[in-house]
């Protein structure tokens, strides 16, 4: 259900999501630095949730390995990357090989055993319920000395947001529901790479600040980037109207912004 609501909700808004994606384009060129530093070519690279094709773009023209498989769970965002790719595909040997499949889905033979040099993944393990299980695929996967690279949102992502429900939620009596994903903490990822099998060589969080005309614009680009359904549940418009005021009360800046965290965890870490 969880994962139907998400899916649901980037594929209404595929259209949009590069419009609005600052953030996620600037994730995925960092994670793509790190990856050439690595420098070695890779034959078989595998992206998990290529979304609109960012970084796949990136992968084919840093890379230009044999086979570029490309993973989403959206055909609407697939589909847009196709295109993105169809001009460029005459110029290229490179085989483009695009999978629409859940990556958790057990029953899905969405990866090979042993056959990709590099698998990676950009801002996207967010919103992944089962990590390690997804690690120990990813690991089955991967040739020996493999490399296993991704970043995605962990846990204080968006921790001002969150401030202003608790203190909305404490004003109006109410209880506390989380109002955010369940986003993991670095802790915990690391131990499920470990217990994996993987070889962690590079594991750092940076925080990524942004600012907003308002509360709302930051509410509304989520909803743009189809990233806005994080529970089932709607939000009352009292309890909204009453957080976008708390927000902006606590988190204005000098300039009249309001301030966004976005917590990242880039790892580089091998099989
Ligand atoms: C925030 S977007 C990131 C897209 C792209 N990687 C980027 O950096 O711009 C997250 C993407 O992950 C995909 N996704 C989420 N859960 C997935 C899953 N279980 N299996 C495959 N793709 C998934 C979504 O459809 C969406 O395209």
Redesign the pocket.
Known sequence: MY?LC??NS?NSHANTYDEY?NV?KK??SNLLAKLKIKGKRSRNIYE?????G??SQALLNTFEPDNLYL????PN?LSLTKLKFDGMRKESTTRIHFIE????DEAARTLLNNKYDLIC????FQ??KTLEQVFIKINNALMQDGLFSFAFFIDKTFTELNTAFCDVYKNLNMEYENPLLDFYKKDYVLRALKKSGFRVENFKTVEHLCYYNSPLEFMKTLKQ?G?SNFREKNVSYIVLKNVLKKYKELFKTENNKVKVTYKVLYCISRK
């Open positions: 994962n998400m899916k980037f994606t996620q994730v995925a998990i949730g290529c979304g609109t960012y970084l993973n989403d769970i959206c965002m499949a859940d990556i958790e993944s950009s801002s996207v919103w992944i980037v990233a």
